[in-house]
């Protein structure tokens, strides 16, 4: 099973689920660079909530075990 990224929506509150996969390979992320601390990567997607259709900024961090920051 491919690893999820749960994310809040700040503008409704609404609770999502993102496909981690989908989100590297898709060509609308953004990505604003990899910051390497001892092992710790911290990476940003624009997503789009499922309830309301607004977009925001996921921040992920931790490499392959990716938890919401």
């Known amino acids: 099973m491919p690893p999820f990224a749960p994310a809040e929506c700040p503008h409704c509150g609404h609770r999502n689920r993102y496909d981690l996969a989908e989100l590297k390979k898709k060509?609308?992320?953004?990505?604003?660079?990899?910051v390497y601390?001892?092992?710790?990567q911290v990476e940003e997607f624009?997503?789009?909530?499922?309830?309301?259709?607004?977009?925001?900024k996921l921040s992920l961090k931790g490499g392959q075990h990716a938890t919401e920051k």
């Open 46 to 56: 624009e997503v789009t909530c499922d309830n309301c259709g607004r977009s925001f």
């Open 27 to 34: 060509d609308g992320h953004i990505n604003k660079g990899i």
């Open 37 to 40: 601390r001892s092992a710790e």
